[in-house]
């Protein structure tokens, strides 16, 4: 259960994606119009930095706006942004707290633009960020392009050796239009296809992933790069439970809506890259306490016992050693850390007690 979506399923993806005929690259003869839209809270130590990083794309004159919500922010952030009006800027403050998904949709009605741009306030987008973002929108077939979120700090973190196995994978799915879900620091969709059912429920996931159900293609695009602060350890140990726990529940959600539009591709995919790995914890207790079992009953020299002794202490030390530990010789602790904040996730979700939004301190 473990090997089938950390190790076979990267294999079927690669082999899907060789078989595949790669079709020919379309491009635009005049680039849409496009919205970028970002939600603040409490965002003044950055949201200036990140609507000029914005204001500086390299993306045609007059072909982009940039729309920026308040969450009910209590800082500075109202002002910062509004200090922005004579650039074009348009700004949104809700008076009720709504989450960063429900901001957004906010923003989606007022937006005029064909492709839709999702960001965050602590983000930085290279120069052309947005135009990659939007080029492969040239070919009507696709949906929603997803872009790669960069570690912006030197050292190794679980949160950089996740996302670099991650944006392997969907290269992986790219070759085949099947990435599934999105990072919520940059990507793009038809604003067409942006139609939840749930605005409180409309992240980066469930957007990405409604765009193939709705029959449209989800690409990966590399050269679309964005940088964002990476989090300790703790930190994203506590983001990893936040993820999980909101949404599993959507993944469920749209395995069902798989299976009614018959995309059954789409509902295994779903089972196998999110919801079996979300639960990883249960299956590496399992094999522990199962190497464990194979020791008393056969012999300490047993192999599984050997290997799961190893790579147990393994991770004991990359806890202990943190970054003076070569990361290779972290995986094992990167892994364990993974599966338990899936695991509490998990939990939460079956509990009700997923966070439907967040502050600073949680994020």
């Given amino acids: 259960m473990i090997l089938l979506p950390m190790v076979i399923y ?105 492709i839709l741009v999702f960001t965050d306030a602590n983000t930085e987008f290279k120069k052309n960020t947005v135009r990659e973002l939007v080029d492969p929108f040239a070919d009507p077939s696709v949906g929603c392009v997803d872009g790669s979120k960069q570690n912006s700090l030197e050292s190794v973190t679980c949160e950089s050796i996740y996302w670099r196995y991650e944006q392997k994978l969907k290269a992986l799915g790219s070759r085949i239009g099947a990435v599934l879900g999105a990072t919520g620091a940059v990507f793009a969709v038809r604003k067409s296809l942006y139609n939840p059912p749930d605005p409180a429920r409309a992240d980066d996931f469930e957007t990405a992933v409604s765009a193939r159900i709705q029959g449209y293609m989800c690409l990966f695009n590399p050269n679309a790069i964005a940088a964002e602060p990476t989090p300790s350890d703790s930190s994203q140990y506590h983001r990893l439970v936040r993820i999980v726990s909101w949404m599993i529940g959507s993944a469920f959600s749209l395995i069902g809506k798989a299976f009614k539009k018959r995309k059954y591709g789409l509902a295994l995919q779903l089972m196998v890259h999110k919801v079996l790995r979300w639960n990883m914890g249960i299956f590496a207790i399992t094999a522990t306490i199962a190497g464990l079992l194979l020791a008393y009953f056969d012999s300490p020299a047993n192999p599984l016992f050997i290997l799961i002794v190893f790579f147990s202490f393994t991770a004991l030390l990359g806890r202990v050693a943190g970054n003076k530990m070569p990361s290779l010789m972290r995986l094992p602790y990167f892994f364990w850390l993974m599966c338990l904040a899936s695991l509490s996730g998990v939990t939460k979700a079956i509990f009700s007690q997923a966070a439907s939004f967040w502050d600073h301190s949680i994020r």
Avoid at 10 to 26: C, D, E, F
Avoid at 50 to 61: E, F, M
């Fill in 10 to 114: 990267p294999l079927v993806m690669l082999a899907l994606g060789a078989i595949r005929k790669q079709k020919k690259v379309s491009a635009f003869k005049e680039y849409p119009f496009v919205s970028v839209m970002v939600a603040a809270r409490n965002e003044e130590s950055c949201i200036g930095e990140r609507i000029t990083n914005l204001l500086s794309q390299d993306y045609p004159a007059g072909k982009l706006e940039i729309l920026v919500a308040s969450d009910v922010s209590s800082d500075n952030t109202d002002e910062i942004v509004r200090s922005f009006g004579k650039d074009g800027i348009y700004f949104y403050r809700s008076e009720k707290r709504l989450g960063k998904s429900a901001l957004v949709f906010e923003l989606s009605k007022i937006a005029k633009g064909e």
